[in-house]
């Protein structure tokens, strides 16, 4: 479980295809806190620690990444995981903590594109196209998860919805690196699913 309030922003270190994609991650996390079966959030979608450790002063672990996951998310898509990406981190919640976001699973719905971007003032309006099927559970004012990050819906045209990134956001995850065009990792809010569900048996 996550809130969406990203904390580190990782690199993608080395990708070896070996059945499952293995990918290590670099991380200004302290690795040594870290343990083995632990779960850390990369760009949204849940991912479990199989190895980890230090080498040249970089703090760094290791995921398998399933066949079934590369395709559902953006991590195969044509702006997808390859050396040098910037990946947006966040480490599971643990009791007590602040719950500063939302509640996040980490399981990826689907992946939504970025069709239009505008500087309004110091702020960057992006205008994303979710899949027509998760439309319905987004709805101006409520809370998405885009590549890991608690967000506001700003308005909703269809399949279309806004979000407003303001400075602190670009500079503390990869939403300054956005460009149109970008495939990102949809999840929408549980509350929602489940209000649809039951307006479904209404």
Known sequence: ????????????????????????IGTAYDVSGI?????????????TVVDKGVSDGQNWYDVDISAETVNL????????????????????LKVGDELGGHIV????DGVATIVAM????DSTRVTLEAPAHLARFIAPKGSVALNGTSLTVNEVDGANFGINFIPHTKEVTTWGDAAVGDAVNLEVDTMARYVARLQDYA
Do not use: P, Q
């Not at 080395?14 to 990918?23: H, M, Q, S, V, W």
């Open 1 to 24: 479980m996550f809130t969406g309030i990203v904390t580190d922003v990782g690199t993608v270190l080395a990708l070896e295809n070996r059945g499952d994609l293995r990918a290590r």
């Open 35 to 47: 343990d083995i079966g632990a779960s850390i959030a990369s760009d949204g979608v849940c991912l």
């Open 73 to 92: 998310t953006s991590i195969g898509s044509g702006n997808g995981w390859v050396v040098g990406k910037r990946v947006n981190l966040e480490r599971a």
């Open 105 to 108: 699973s980490g399981h990826v």
């Open 118 to 121: 505008a500087d309004e003032g």
